[in-house]
């Protein structure tokens, strides 16, 4: 019936997060601090212009559990440092700094108003492991060792910005649509989950700077 569809689809949204948990080897306990950003993110969406779904379940399938394809790629190890670039609403880094605590994490969005509400979040979720910064990418030296992004530019551009951030054995990590073309020197990669509302693909260059 219609009055029991929000719900459903909220249960669906809610299984393809705890697949993805699972395939990770990752606590399902996770769901709730995931959930909580979800819905912070639909209460302000609008406000801060963060996303344009405006459903806890549409932001759940379509960023939340799309933010883990990123970790099927390449797990966030103990003391790795990723910078996540345009983080905007905290996708994908929020959402891998939720989930691997172990790893350091550099949420870099350059509208104040959008990196305030991620310091909000960082607060609200006890999060010790990240860190704001409301700056743009340019600003930044090459001290990481996965830079990633959502949506970010053109692809070409994308990928030189974030490889600009990485250490010499470092990795990029771009999100793309599917009509993107991979340049030669890139890794495109089908990572596509069922109920995980995005194309799944995404672009890697291990050793973006050229290796030692």
């Known amino acids: 019936m219609d009055g029991n569809r929000p719900r459903t689809l909220l249960d669906g949204s809610i299984a393809a997060l705890s697949a ?19 819905a912070a993110v639909a209460t302000d969406a609008d406000r801060l212009g963060l996303v344009s779904e405006r459903t806890i379940d549409a932001i ?27 983080s905007g609403a905290g996708f994908p880094g929020l959402v891998l700094a939720c989930c691997f605590p172990e790893a350091r994490f550099t949420l870099v969005e350059p509208q104040k108003r959008r990196a305030g509400f991620l310091e909000l979040q960082l607060h609200q979720l006890g999060l010790k492991n990240t860190e704001v910064l409301a700056a743009r990418a340019v600003e ?3 001290v990481f060792d996965v830079a990633t992004a959502r949506a970010l530019a053109e692809p070409l551009l994308a990928l030189e ?52």
């Open 20 to 38: 993805l948990l699972r395939e990770l080897y990752l606590p399902q306990n996770l769901l709730s601090m995931l959930l909580a950003h979800a």
């Open 60 to 86: 759940v399938s379509r960023h939340t559990a799309d933010s883990l394809l990123f970790a099927l790629v390449k797990r966030p190890l103990p003391e790795d440092a990723w910078v996540d670039v345009g």
């Open 140 to 142: 930044l030296e090459p």
């Open 161 to 212: 910005a974030l490889k600009s951030l990485v250490k010499p054995e470092g990795s990029v990590l771009l999100a793309v649509g599917d009509r993107a073309i991979a340049p030669p020197d890139v890794t495109d990669l089908d990572v596509a989950r069922a109920g995980v509302d995005s194309p799944g693909r995404i672009f890697m260059i291990a050793e973006a700077r050229g290796g030692a």
